[in-house]
């Protein structure tokens, strides 16, 4: 029933359809793995959906781990790569608004009939004669006019899962579908529901969207259907997402954050991104840093020292900022840039290692205290200036700035 021999993700699936089949079992690929396919676009994960249930999962196969059984949900790892295998279901009330109270094991149809958008409700019999696609919701004709649609009533499906409005953003902006004008509706009636949503949820999908090249679409759908203010609880001040536009396609979503945050023109700290997005420690500090970092390249970079724009272009996060300053000002930015270039080769560099230390300090006989950071930090800002370029000139203006504190304090 089972090979050791190892198989890429779709033939991995298509070998446990096989074994579900030969055992009398109706089995296809489901749901984004179709999806995919028929947009012209590699699929991440193959997911099968049977009429088999969990028991006779794990009876069929050697590798087999439960991540829900009581709503059909198996993994199969027989041949290689991780399988979730699904069991046809149709699902009971969601009091939560998040997950079925229950399931029944049903039929195709029925399984189809509970998912979220027509595009997600395909499956696809892998035929050696050639696929057949098996549609009960009209999900390929809906593929083929670009339009996301919900399944059934899309009042119903929003009630189920309120995040159900996010996807719908997620996926239209993505694969570059208009919604389906009830659908839409809909989306703005419940829009307020978001906010009910925990906000680990809402963050995920809103990383998603950040992370894509479609998130200036993805932006101004969340801002056209209100959904915005759910997330941030305030409207955006501009309707323009002309910085979201410009951004770089290869930017993180931390950085098109901070595009998005300069777009809506509100003033909205990171700290309260934080909390709205369930941003990370690291998330935090990066969205700060880049709105900082980007704000000093555009309109503050003139009245820096040589040192001070040496250190400000090997801060942390400051590639993603010239990213943004891009967007917000190709020519300044690009100023910049050649700037940072020229001292990146003026034969002392912008990250040169320090020619004393503060062991260095310490042979020289000065003891750790108040001044000793500070006259590393102005010997080393010097050698960034290039105004001593030896260990030698170092140790003396070391010994000089000693001196100087040294007088101050009497």
């Not at 074994?19 to 999806?35: E, F, K, P």
């Not at 970092?293 to 040496?310: A, P």
């Amino acid at each position: 029933m089972s090979t050791n021999k190892k198989l890429s993700e779709r033939d991995s699936a298509i070998s446990i359809i096989r074994t579900l089949r030969d055992a009398d079992y109706i089995a296809y690929l489901a749901g984004g793995c179709v999806r995919d396919q028929l947009l012209g676009e590699s699929p991440k994960d193959y997911d099968v959906a049977t009429s088999a249930h969990p028991e006779d999962i794990q009876r069929l196969f050697n590798k087999t781990a439960s991540v829900g059984a009581s709503f059909g949900v198996m993994l199969v790892r027989d041949f290689g790569p991780t399988i979730e295998v699904a069991t046809f279901r149709s699902d009971g009330p969601y009091s939560d608004a998040r997950r079925p109270d229950h399931v029944e094991f049903s039929s195709p149809e029925e399984d189809a009939k509970r998912r979220d958008f027509t595009i997600n409700a395909l499956f696809l019999d892998p035929k050696e004669d050639g696929d057949e696609i098996i549609d009960f919701v009209n999900g390929k004709a809906d593929m083929e006019q670009r339009v996301l649609r919900a399944v059934g009533d899309p009042h119903q499906r929003l009630k189920e899962d309120h995040l159900r409005a996010l996807r719908a953003v997620r996926f239209a902006a993505r694969y570059d579908l208009e919604i389906d004008p009830t659908t839409s509706e809909a989306i703005k009636q419940h829009a307020s529901e978001l906010s009910g949503v925990s906000v680990e949820r809402i963050g995920e999908e809103v990383r998603r969207m950040m992370a894509h090249p479609s998130r200036a679409r993805a932006a101004g759908l969340l801002q056209q259907l209100t959904l915005d203010q759910a997330i941030f609880g305030s409207e955006s001040k501009s309707h323009q997402l002309s910085i979201l536009m410009e951004l770089d396609a290869g930017a993180d979503s931390t950085t098109a954050l901070a595009a998005w945050a300069i777009d809506r023109l509100n003033s909205t700290s990171a700290s309260e991104w934080r909390k709205r997005l369930d941003l990370s420690n690291e998330e935090t500090q990066q969205l700060s840093a880049t709105l900082e970092i980007s704000s000093v390249l555009l309109d503050g970079w003139n009245e820096l020292s040589r040192s001070q724009r040496k250190r400000l272009a090997c801060r942390d996060h400051c590639c993603g900022a010239i990213m943004l300053a891009r967007a917000i000002n190709p020519k300044a930015a690009e100023v910049v840039c050649n700037d940072i270039q020229m001292m990146e080769q003026d034969g002392i560099g912008l990250d040169p290692e320090p020619l004393i230390s503060g062991q260095t300090l310490i042979e020289m006989g000065f003891q750790p205290g108040k001044p000793f950071r500070e006259v590393l930090d102005l010997v080393y800002d010097a050698q960034l200036e290039g105004t001593i370029k030896s260990i030698d000139s170092a140790r003396n203006l070391a010994s000089e700035l000693f001196v100087k504190y040294n007088n101050s304090d009497q």
